[in-house]
């Protein structure tokens, strides 16, 4: 298992950093905000990344693919990360193209992945119920009716769920809440009759939406996987975002102790420099290495889902362990960011509480700190 990346990776970090701060750099993200953009990202930067490959990294190339593996995609969060650049990637093609080249029929393998691959539609994961993300207490029933299914219930926090084509819909088929068995993958069409899609308003301006399914009626060929065994890839598909959303925690933290270093460095107080005064220096180092143990449990997460050869139990812990660290580190330096820069760190003048609101925002998506300590203790 290698904790590097390696030089074909490290050319693309270098070509997705460059692309992104000069195409969206943190004053596009806060242009899109200012302009309450309702898809919370630039359509015409996503097809710029598409046409780029960044889509096609994770697929295999029977279905257009590059067959980069899961470990490619890590150098673009990153870089996302640290320019603050929202787009549909991982909503898109690392949940819902996940699940579809897991669970799908060759159907529906051949439409969807080409047609995310290509980026003419986009797919949107459905699966949390409330605040706090707790995927195997799934209560939205679906109910087997004739040849098809359905549907009743609420989804929230659907991230880029507004403009989606179509949503894989995690849903209760039998069992009780909290049970593994019994749940059940659907794709549900955006404009299927008795859906409501609206908007719900967070921190950092991005595109998340709230799904009401009111007796949703589905065909058979919505089921995606077998009935009720939708756990397993579900939780495959997730772990393969989380460690996603620890690529672009760890951009975002890097970028805020850089920003906030060279301000120590220039910044001065009674005509003496912030950065010599030894308590700044102290609480600068101990970023620096959580920073480094960071960057060692994202490696390590991202090489275990490549690995075939890592169980399922060592590959949970080791992604629960990056969501965590990389979150716990990127809170820390954001808040040190905002003392060590002083009042103007909290105002809206400075691009530091830009990346505070999305760090706590990125922190919280599938899984919070809280969730992935009781999750690594329970496969330790």
């Known amino acids: 298992?290698?904790?590097?990346?390696?030089?074909?990776?490290?050319?693309?970090?270098?070509?997705?950093?460059?692309?992104?701060?000069?195409?969206?750099?943190?004053?596009?993200?806060?242009?899109?905000?200012?302009?309450?953009?309702?898809?919370?990202?630039?359509?015409?930067?996503?097809?710029?990344?598409?046409?780029?490959?960044?889509?096609?990294?994770?697929?295999?190339?029977?279905?257009?693919?590059?067959?980069?593996?899961?470990?490619?995609?890590?150098?673009?969060?990153?870089?996302?990360?640290?320019?603050?650049?929202?787009?549909?990637?991982?909503?898109?093609?690392?949940?819902g193209g996940s699940l579809v080249h897991l669970a799908g029929n060759a159907q529906q393998q051949t439409h969807w992945l080409q047609?995310?691959?290509?980026?003419?539609?986009?797919?949107?994961l459905a699966v949390d119920e409330q605040s706090r993300h707790e995927p195997r207490r799934i209560a939205l029933q679906a109910v087997v009716e004739g040849s098809g299914y359905r549907l009743q219930g609420d989804k929230v926090a659907v991230v880029d769920g507004l403009g989606a084509d179509a949503y894989v819909v995690a849903a209760r088929t039998s069992g009780q809440l909290g049970d593994t068995q019994g749940i059940s993958l659907f794709l549900l069409p955006a404009d299927a009759p008795g859906l409501n899609v609206s908007a719900v308003s967070l921190i950092d301006s991005r595109n998340v939406a709230r799904l009401q399914l009111d007796q949703v009626q589905l065909g058979s060929d919505a089921l995606l996987g077998?009935?009720?065994?939708?756990?397993?890839?579900?939780?495959?598909?997730?772990?393969?975002?989380?460690?996603?959303?620890?690529?672009?925690?760890?951009?975002?933290?890097?970028?805020?102790f850089a920003t906030t270093l060279e301000y120590l460095k220039t910044r001065e107080q009674f005509e003496t420099r912030l950065g010599s005064f030894q308590v700044l220096q102290h609480r600068a180092a101990q970023m620096?290495?959580?920073?480094?143990?960071?960057?060692?449990?994202?490696?390590?997460?991202?090489?275990?889902?490549?690995?075939?050869?890592?169980?399922a139990r060592s590959r949970a812990r080791l992604v629960s362990l990056a969501k965590w660290k990389t979150g716990d580190t990127a809170i820390k330096v954001a808040n040190e960011a905002v003392q060590m820069h002083g009042g103007i760190?909290?105002?809206?003048?400075?691009?530091?509480?830009?990346?505070?609101?999305?760090?706590?925002?990125?922190?919280a998506c599938l899984g919070d700190r809280d969730f992935h300590c009781e999750r690594y203790a329970a496969n330790t």
Not at 40 to 63: K, M, N
Not at 115 to 124: K, N, T, V
Not at 227 to 252: I, N, Y
Request: include cysteine; glycine fraction near 10%.
């Open 345 to 363: 760190g909290v105002t809206d003048e400075l691009d530091v509480g830009l990346y505070l609101k999305h760090v706590r925002v990125a922190q």
């Open 288 to 311: 620096y290495v959580d920073l480094a143990l960071s960057r060692s449990a994202l490696m390590a997460a991202l090489a275990s889902l490549d690995d075939s050869g890592v169980d």
């Open 1 to 95: 298992m290698s904790l590097r990346y390696s030089d074909e990776q490290r050319l693309l970090a270098d070509s997705a950093g460059d692309f992104l701060a000069a195409r969206s750099p943190v004053t596009a993200q806060r242009r899109l905000r200012d302009e309450a953009a309702p898809l919370g990202f630039d359509p015409q930067l996503w097809r710029d990344a598409v046409e780029l490959g960044w889509s096609a990294i994770a697929f295999p190339e029977a279905f257009g693919g590059l067959d980069f593996g899961c470990k490619g995609l890590g150098p673009i969060f990153e870089a996302m990360g640290r320019n603050l650049s929202p787009m549909p990637l991982l909503s898109s093609v690392v949940l």
């Open 226 to 256: 077998g009935l009720g065994e939708g756990w397993s890839v579900l939780e495959t598909a997730l772990d393969r975002g989380r460690v996603c959303l620890a690529a672009e925690l760890l951009g975002m933290a890097e970028q805020l």
């Open 115 to 124: 047609a995310l691959i290509s980026g003419e539609q986009r797919l949107a």
